[in-house]
């Protein structure tokens, strides 16, 4: 148990707890983090979620529960079926800081491995 919670320190010395705590509420999977990097660096896209799937690459089914969560959450707004990026000035400046976090391979890697841990958080 010790060394597990030891690794959760580690990272959060690498990212950071606002990052840790933005990623433990919000970012449920690597498509999440896509999502939240595509409005981050398209902040004026108004897109349907057939548009946003075919910039993503994505399956409609795939980014639904995904865009659900983060509506959920307060990030994007969906209304008349387009999706918006709508995150108070503090949520803004958070996803930015996540962003931030993804350019730099060291905290890109402590991402990754974040991320993963919370949707396999009994494997290896």
Request: charged share 30%; aromatic share 6%.
């Amino acid at each position: 148990m010790v060394g597990k919670g030891r690794r959760v320190y580690d990272l959060e010395g690498v990212l950071g707890p606002s990052v840790m705590d933005f990623v433990e509420h919000h970012v449920r999977s690597l498509l999440t983090w896509d999502i939240l990097v595509f409005y981050h660096r398209n902040p004026e896209a108004v897109l349907d979620i057939e548009g946003l799937a075919s910039r993503l690459g994505r399956r409609v089914d795939e980014l639904e529960p995904e865009i659900d969560a983060l509506c959920e959450g307060r990030i994007l707004s969906r209304a008349g079926g387009l999706i918006r990026y709508k995150p108070t000035p503090e949520m803004r400046e958070t996803v930015a800081d996540f962003v931030e976090s993804c350019q730099e391979r060291g905290r890109r890697l402590a991402l990754i491995a974040l991320v993963l841990h919370k949707i396999n958080p009994h494997g290896a």
